[in-house]
């Protein structure tokens, strides 16, 4: 299989693919995925501790960004919502 033949069907032939053309996918499951690391799927059902943790997880490297493009207004309120977010998971644990 050619990177060509990826890009017309969008799917690879095998697991040897993945690292065969890692240099080319890298950055393109970096921004699709936000992590070159696969993290799970959040369940749709059951309590919403799953989603708040998820959430919690999305911001906070929403918040590192931000500190690195020195948009400090931006990184404030990440903080004050994962705060928020947090406190709402300490009640329900209780």
Sequence with gaps: MT?????QTGKFGCDHCYEAFE?????LVRRLQGSLNYEGRVPSRGTGVFKTKHQIKRLRQELDKAVKAEQFEEAVRLRDEIKSLEQSLGNTDK
């Design 3 to 7: 990177f060509s033949d990826f890009n």
């Design 23 to 27: 240099v080319q996918i890298a950055p």
